[in-house]
């Protein structure tokens, strides 16, 4: 491959993982959207949709994987390959887990479930995985640092969340009606599970981050 030709694939690769990031962004807002508004409809569609993201990925790895083979890339250029190989495996399981968000929506029951709103510690991690994106596109390693030190205000939401998802339990009374116990016990579930997926996302926007800030500085000091 001309060199040229070589240059603008790798430019192609940086821009097809921005391409699934961004996908991914839509279906981990519809997720959140289905998870606030309880409607079934925008639950399917992320549910549906997440096929489409599992044929990208592989499409997308499918590349890496040629520009490994055939051009044997190395420094930058193998770092570059290398984490964008990792970033896409990140992306998919962000996908997978704004999924989880949709089946959460489908079987929320509402009225017995804790006050907490995991929707908007959601939406932090979202905005995360939106900047993570960003430093890939332009190598902002500022960006990335800050990303890692947003994750650290994230995790701590998610910690008073499950908090206080515990007390509630804790607190509430159902009396001897055990049907209104089992409610309870699969809403608290449900809400620790939404919870434990939300803070993830934001560890896969960090993982972005990390991978990035190692292609511009050959730096590892956030990976983990």
């Known amino acids: 491959m001309p060199r040229d030709r070589y240059r603008s694939a790798l430019d192609d690769l940086r821009d097809a993982v921005v391409g699934l990031g961004e996908d991914v962004v839509v279906q981990l807002e519809t997720g959140l959207a289905a998870l606030e508004s309880g409607d079934p409809e925008l639950a399917r569609a992320v549910i549906d949709g997440d096929d489409a993201i599992n044929e990208a990925y592989l499409a997308v790895e499918s590349d890496c994987i040629d520009l490994f083979a055939l051009q044997q890339p190395v420094a930058g250029d193998l770092r570059f390959v290398a984490a964008s190989f990792k970033i896409l495996t990140d992306l998919e ?12 929506a489908l079987a929320e029951s509402s009225e017995s479930s804790p006050e907490v709103d995991v929707v908007a510690i959601g939406r932090e991690a979202r905005d995360a995985v939106e900047d993570a994106l960003t430093a890939y596109r332009t190598r902002d390693v500022e960006l990335c640092r800050e990303i890692h030190a947003r994750d650290d205000r994230i995790d701590a939401l998610c910690q008073r969340a499950s908090e206080r998802v515990v007390r509630d339990l804790v607190e509430r009374e159902t009396g001897n009606d055990a049907w209104a116990v089992e409610r309870l ?16 996302v934001a560890d896969h926007a960090v993982n972005v981050a990390a991978r990035t800030l190692y292609v511009v500085e050959h730096d590892s000091e956030l990976l983990y």
Do not use: H, Q
Request: charged share 35%; net charge neutral.
């Open 93 to 104: 399981r962000i996908g997978d887990l704004a999924t989880n968000l949709g089946r959460y």
């Open 185 to 200: 016990l699969d809403d608290v579930s449900r809400l620790l599970l939404t919870v434990r997926d939300v803070e993830r």
